[in-house]
């Protein structure tokens, strides 16, 4: 009985051995929308292999630090702990373990190695022997090739200590090394092992308290406070250009990534809704539960990954998880997460392509975990790689099928419409960029839409034009002779408002002193800049339009135009009655009412006019907005001082005092609002007291 349990775990242990890992995939994903809000999606990748130390039969890791994967997709691991590196195939299987090496007829060996990269061009292994305080460059068989001490130069800070933590080397073989407390940047070595100098550099982040303290502080306090230094860099990557992809661990860091050119310059391109942050959001979705949870705090990242046709991965160390964006910044995915199970880590410390995979080597768990794209992971990678070869066709059809099982990814839709917009189908191209929400390319198929539309319409925008223009000179004939025979003080009193808007001193006087004001039109005026509110919000044109759809209420309108209008005439009523003001209550709703009428005769065809604006063309949008602000504040200010018969001076400083109350009143609204909520709370709970007892 006992040898037969022996055979079945013999069996079993030899079937675990470097075999896929039949893991259940995660519930769902998430990626972030325009509104910076988490929203469900498929999971890019799942785990497809764990590799363990002693699976291979050289005992467990030991506090693994790094990960390489060469040109053959031969992966090397820098197993720390245990001051080895680990070399093994494309398929996980064990191809050697460098634990020491000839240097010179002795017996050399690593100390607490942190970093191993390969040469892509000799295929030459460089380890980053930390405690040594050296870098190791060798063959992939072991044999020495030379060792590279501690920089000499006058750039080193002096008693500055060296210990090299990451290392890589480009085409040029000049030596890029990250080491422990170089605050100045990445350390550059040239092919001879000479230091050049520092590249990349952070920028120092203080607070400006502290500053202002240190700025009058003594020397010995300012000896003791903490000093301002940069931050240094975590880990990074070569592109297949040359360029440095460069994480620093900095929390609640702007720019955590970096891709650094020769020149020290950092060049990432930033152009998605957000920067390459990791979680910008505090608030994350829970699809089974259809809830929210909360996930405060920004993310951390450790390493980052280059992975061809301008995409990249960076591995956060707050949540272990691995964002990946394209060239332009954008979000594309993002796996993983704190927990045992396979799709999940404990103590993620690098990761590392291994051809369209993903391995993540996890301290915690003492394992490497290789990652396999699905087929929504697939998709997304091949509509990006597509895009930036140029073949936008073949990029919408992945992305067709990406829309199929996540019908939020807006790139998806970006990359349809500049597929569309390559074809010339401009119009059609507009609404894909609209369900992307990209504004700049929805400016240029607008535009090109746009000239289209009136070269092939030419004749009919022209007559519309034509007739415009004749309806308007006849209006002025019709108008005219009106004149002659109705004097223009006897105006109809639903015209007065519009005179008011260009002879404010004189209308508001007869206003006031000839009774021409009438209450009911200042609050017709009222409901129709409400109404124009609703209609400019919902249905301003999309270049301008930031509001979100499932945000708009008609009610807001009646908080934010309504209660304001109310709370300026009580409060002004109440001030002025105290500072000698002449005007009743029902003159300064009619004057603040008909001060309000630029407000619906500048935003309604403001409204149509957004529409066919581009990108470059908004600032005429926003000064309509100004221009409507302003001449509404000068048609208050000129009836609060007619109405009231108050100078300058003494109107200004009654707006600004009417400001206040306004002010005082909601805050007393509050106030008593929040009592009688008490008072309510502990009636019910006095009740339900009552009721227990009895």
Same mark, same amino acid.
């Given at each position: ?313 960076? $591995?956060?160390?707050?949540? =272990?998880?691995?964002?990946? *964006?394209? &060239?332009? #910044?954008?979000? +594309?995915? %993002?796996? !993983? ?65 990406? $829309?199929?099982?996540?019908? =939020?990814?807006?790139?998806? *839709?970006? &990359?349809? #419409?500049?597929? +569309?917009? %390559?074809? !010339? ?270």
């Amino acid at each position: 009985m006992i040898r037969r349990w022996t055979v079945w775990l013999c069996v079993l242990a030899l079937l675990a051995v470097g075999t896929p890992v039949k893991a259940e995939a995660p519930d769902h994903g998430y990626n972030y929308s325009y509104w910076r809000e988490a929203e469900p999606a498929p999971y890019p990748y799942v785990a497809e292999q764990t590799i363990y130390g002693s699976d291979l039969g050289i005992g467990n890791w030991n506090e693994p630090q790094d990960v390489f994967v060469d040109g053959d997709r031969h992966i090397y691991i820098a197993d720390t702990g245990n001051n080895r590196i680990v070399h093994l195939d494309e398929k996980g299987n064990l191809a050697g373990v460098i634990a020491s090496f000839d240097n010179g007829g002795t017996k050399d060996t690593f100390n607490k190695p942190s970093g191993v990269y390969v040469d892509r061009t000799r295929q030459h292994l460089f380890v980053a022997d930390t405690q040594n305080g050296r870098v190791v460059e060798m063959e992939r068989s072991g044999k020495l090739i030379r060792v590279y001490g501690a920089p000499v130069s006058d750039m080193i800070p002096k008693g500055f200590q060296y210990f090299p933590l990451k290392v890589a080397v480009d085409k040029t073989q000049r030596l890029y090394v990250i080491a422990q407390g170089a605050y100045e940047g990445i350390m550059e070595f040239d092919a001879k092992g000479s230091f050049r100098g520092y590249v990349g550099t952070n920028k120092v982040r203080f607070s400006p308290v502290d500053l202002f303290w240190k700025r009058f502080s003594t020397r010995e306090q300012s000896s003791q406070m903490q000093l301002f230094l940069p931050i240094e860099f975590a880990n990074m990557d070569l592109d297949d250009k040359g360029f440095i992809y460069a994480v620093s661990s900095e929390v609640n860091a702007s720019n955590p990534i970096k891709r650094i050119n020769p020149g020290g310059e950092d060049v990432l391109r930033r152009e998605g809704y957000f920067d390459p942050v990791g979680d910008v959001s505090a608030i994350q979705v829970d699809a089974s539960k259809q809830k929210t949870v909360q996930n405060a705090g920004s993310s951390t990242f450790i390493d980052v990954i280059y992975d061809g046709s301008g995409m990249y991965s960076a $591995l956060d160390s707050r949540r =272990n998880r691995i964002f990946t *964006y394209d &060239g332009d #910044g954008n979000m +594309l995915y %993002q796996f !993983g997460g704190v927990g045992m199970s396979e799709n999940r880590f404990q103590k993620p410390t690098a990761l590392a392509m291994l051809g369209d995979r993903v391995a993540v080597l996890d301290a915690g768990m003492n394992r490497l975990a290789v990652f396999a794209p699905t087929r929504y992971g697939s998709l997304i990678r091949d509509g990006v790689k597509a895009h930036f070869n140029g073949k936008d066709d073949e990029a919408a059809t992945h992305w067709e099928e990406v $829309l199929k099982l996540n019908a =939020n990814f807006d790139i998806a *839709y970006i &990359g349809i #419409g500049k597929s +569309l917009l %390559q074809k !010339g189908e401009n119009k059609q191209a507009l609404q894909f960029f609209k369900n992307g929400n990209n504004r700049k390319y929805y400016s240029e198929a607008l535009n090109r839409y746009r000239s289209e539309y009136l070269w092939n319409h030419f004749g009919t925008v022209m007559s519309v034009v034509i007739g415009a223009a004749g309806a308007l000179l006849a209006l002025r004939i019709v108008r005219a002779r009106r004149k002659a025979v109705i004097h223009y003080a006897d105006t109809a009193a639903w015209r007065m408002p519009l005179r008011t808007m260009v002879r404010p001193f004189s209308s508001f006087w007869e206003l006031k002193y000839e009774n021409k004001g009438k209450v009911a039109i200042a609050l017709f005026i009222l409901l129709m800049l409400v109404v124009t509110m609703i209609l400019k919000r919902q249905y301003a044109g999309f270049v301008v339009n930031f509001n979100k759809p499932t945000e708009l209420s008609s009610i807001d309108e009646l908080k934010y135009i309504i209660l304001p209008f109310l709370l300026f005439c009580v409060s002004n009523w109440s001030l002025t009655t105290l500072m000698d003001g002449e005007g009743k209550f029902k003159e300064i709703v009619t004057a603040t009412g008909y001060a309000a009428l630029p407000l619906v005769i500048v935003f309604l065809p403001q409204i149509g006019i957004s529409n066919v604006m581009t990108e470059a063309e908004s600032p005429f949008y926003y000064l309509l907005d100004s221009v409507a602000y302003l001449w509404f504040a000068w048609l208050l200010f000129v009836g609060t001082m007619t109405v009231h018969q108050y100078s300058i001076g003494k109107t200004v400083a009654t707006l600004f005092l009417t400001v206040l109350v306004m002010a005082f009143i909601v805050f007393l609204g509050i106030l008593c609002f929040s009592l009688v909520q008490q008072m309510a709370t502990f009636i019910q709970a006095l009740y339900r007291e009552i009721i227990v007892r009895l």
